[in-house]
């Protein structure tokens, strides 16, 4: 038996057009886009309380259209962009790594061009980097990481458990998966406010992030220095250092390039993951009393989450003119595949809006897909399992407070401001 979530509300309203009033008019609409192919859709925005259901919208009309506005930068030229919305198109967008080109840097908002690693190194170049950091977060170092998860997510839930209520992605959310990806990486998680205040920034505020990464980058550099001098042994930054790409070592910019990456990724991504998941519980008693009953579900609950509210939207951008997904793709467009999107697509699941945690198989792609799927996911995938049999032993049934109006978050990963939960 299936549950479906509440999604109804004012965000299941028809797709916003190219011509909606009140919208910025200041767009450049590319020669070659038919009109009848524009519509507006912006991930920078939060898209309202309920933005996976507002997005599965868009699957009612054309499988492929174009945005004035796109959630990456490209300097002075347009940023308006192609979107995918089928699964199976997508996940071609994201194999043809040769066409669909990942290899903009993102340093671009800061003035310069350094490059996240591997995330913005197309093949064959890319697994010169991918192949020795697929090791530091394989399954087998996760299982060896599982007592070390089960302390914190434990120790953290005791200091709230008495209360009676939470605001969640404070005393829980972003607590428990950064200050893992901290201890990993060897960093001190006293500043862990800081940490998070930068990821927000990079990932959520456009004005401002150029700066954020400019910070982040200089904390990066000392680091890097640091572990150069005085190495430590099982830490991620030593471990980045003693890599080689190939037969030769990576330079400075490189392994500040890859640090930097595992830095941003593992404070953001796992906290917004982690904040749907729980809203979800909270809003579905039914669900929330078969977890606790059968512990045992709880791997295939988190997948079919993983599905239902996924928050990743990346974009690639074109090497080559062409119209592989019957549409004309010119060199240097940009093409976004968002996993909102993707995850959500009624040709790939049944009832995609029905959250059903027993769900199986479940051939979702909230990690993306192709060369450039996420390294980190079977630490997500851990860490959100045990925090919920961890929170389950400890926590009695609990819900959102009432009256609490949920704000999201856009941007390349979508989140939630603030989670507050009552027992």
């Known amino acids: 038996m299936s549950y479906q979530h509440k999604r109804e509300g004012p965000e299941m309203r028809a797709p916003i057009t190219h011509d909606e009033p009140n919208r910025s008019t200041n767009w450049t609409i590319p020669d070659h886009v038919p009109a009848n192919l524009v519509q507006f859709l912006d991930f ?10 507002r997005i599965a919208e868009f699957h009612k009309g054309p499988p492929v259209f174009y945005s004035p506005v796109g959630h990456q930068d490209r300097g002075g030229e347009s940023n308006g962009t192609w979107i995918l919305t089928k699964a199976a198109d997508i996940r071609t967008m994201l194999q043809e ?33 991918r192949a020795p950091l697929n090791p530091l977060l394989s399954p087998k170092r ?18 709230i458990k008495d209360r009676g209520e939470c605001e969640f992605i404070r005393d829980f959310g972003e607590q428990y998966p950064v200050r893992i990806f901290l201890r990993l990486l060897g960093l001190p998680d006293t500043e862990l406010q800081k940490f998070r205040s930068w990821a927000d920034t990079i990932i959520h505020d456009r ?34 250092l003693n890599m080689k ?9 490189e392994a500040m390039g890859m640090v930097f990456l595992l830095f941003i990724g593992g404070l953001d991504t796992v906290v917004s993951s982690l904040s749907f998941h729980f809203r979800h519980l909270a809003e579905n008693p039914q669900d929330q009393k078969r977890l606790r009953d ?32 019957g549409v004309p793709i010119k060199k240097g467009d940009m093409v976004t595949g968002s996993t909102l999107l993707s995850t959500s697509d009624p040709d790939e699941f049944e009832n995609p809006g029905l959250v059903d945690i027993a769900r199986n198989p479940n051939r979702h792609n909230a990690f993306s897909f192709g060369p450039h799927r996420c390294v980190g996911s079977h630490l997500a995938r851990r860490e959100i399992q045990v925090a919920i049999d961890e929170w389950n032993k400890r926590i009695p049934e609990f819900r959102v407070k009432p009256g609490a109006e949920i704000e999201t978050l856009g941007g390349g990963v979508m989140g939630i401001k603030e989670l507050p939960l009552v027992w």
């Open 97 to 129: 790594a040769q066409l669909f080109s990942s290899a903009q840097p993102r340093s671009h908002a800061m003035g310069e061009s350094w490059r996240l690693i591997p995330l913005e190194v197309d093949p064959p170049e890319h697994a010169l980097f």
């Open 294 to 325: 059968d512990p045992a579900m709880i791997p295939d609950a988190v997948e079919e989450m993983f599905r239902a509210y996924a928050v990743v939207t990346t974009a690639r951008f074109a090497n080559a003119d062409t119209d592989m997904f």
């Open 44 to 53: 920078r925005t939060g898209l309202g309380s309920c933005p996976h259901a």
């Open 142 to 159: 996760i299982k060896e990481l599982e007592p070390e998860l089960r302390e914190m997510a434990g120790e953290l839930i005791d200091k």
């Open 245 to 253: 790409a190939g037969d030769r070592p990576f330079t400075d910019e």
């Open 207 to 240: 004005k401002n992030r150029g700066k954020a990464m400019a910070e982040v980058k200089g904390f990066v550099e000392e680091q890097i220095a640091l572990r150069r001098k005085d190495p430590r042994e099982g830490e991620l930054v030593t471990q980045v």
